[in-house]
């Protein structure tokens, strides 16, 4: 019987830095981040401007970097990522 190993589909991870500190993003997401950020984004589409909205999206942002990084504080990443770098990490 032959094995498909699925491990061999996932993608390395990538590596950001932020604030001086090298952070992981995973190569490919969990379905349950997944489905979140598909959410996320279908929200964003029907009310850009609402905070709440902004602010889910962006916390899910940091539930994919916290994966690799468990240490990583939100309250650090919400108090000093700029919204330039919040766009480079999004794009």
């Not at 992981?24 to 489905?35: D, H, K, N, T």
């Not at 330039?84 to 990490?89: D, F, I, P």
Request: overall charge negative; aromatic content about 10%.
């Amino acid at each position: 019987m032959e094995i498909l190993n699925l491990d061999k589909f996932i993608p390395e991870d990538k590596i950001i830095q932020f604030k001086g500190r090298n952070l992981a993003i995973p190569g490919e997401l969990p379905m349950s981040v997944m489905f979140k950020t598909m959410k996320d984004s279908k929200d964003m589409e029907e009310n850009p401007h609402d905070p709440v909205v902004v602010e889910k999206a962006f916390h899910t942002l940091y539930d994919i970097i916290v994966i690799k990084n468990k240490d990583f504080q939100f309250e650090e990443f919400k108090d000093n990522v700029t919204i330039n770098q919040y766009s480079k990490l999004v794009a």
